[in-house]
């Protein structure tokens, strides 16, 4: 899963991003409101850290823009303002959860997985398909009830396979969703996460496949074989 921090402290957004990323995401930084808004005309987010205090432009405008764009993706807001009618504005212009600074950095993790566990996110549900069963806010992978163990971006690879109900996910999405904007992407990086996810899903008996289609993409079916 792939999140957007927009925050102006250097310090706080390189410990935001610290632990996020070990926590199993890739996340981009930025600094400003126009950025972070540039951001996600460049690519899709599975959730947003707004901070409010940001340089020339107030993190609301970010908040704005996005819901005025009509996009859904969660924002969880931080910010200093203790006022409670604040807010409640913050929440009625979109926001879908708020942490009150200075916070711990376990609570802001807490509260990503908890916003990701949310039913109306496809990223936040437990994803199956014939003997798999994929957990994304858990980041956990079970085959016929048995835990595997799956790399970052293998784990993104099948969480976004699998949200695709069936249907074709092209590459250029595969990659968006994996890589954050400062890692260096090999022209075949995604061909061998694909791959590598194929060997480790058939080592451990998995009654789904991935089919790559030449130019197009991926996509993950359910064995012809496996209700045989």
Known sequence: MRLLVVEDNEKLASLMKKLLSESGFAVDCMVTADEAVSAFQLAEYDLVVLDL???EKDGTEVLKSLRKAGHSTPVLVATARADVTQRVQLLNMG????IVKPFSLDELLARVRALLRRPKQIAGSVLALGNL???TAAM????DGNVVELPRREFTVLATLLGANGRLVPKQKLEQMVY???NEVTPNAIEAAVSRLRRRLDSHGASVGITAMRGLGYILRER???NA
């Open 180 to 182: 954050s904007f400062d």
């Open 53 to 55: 205090s940001l340089f």
């Open 224 to 226: 012809e074989h496996a």
């Open 95 to 98: 926001a879908d959860d708020y």
């Open 133 to 135: 069963m994929l957990d």
């Open 140 to 143: 956990t992978l079970k085959v």
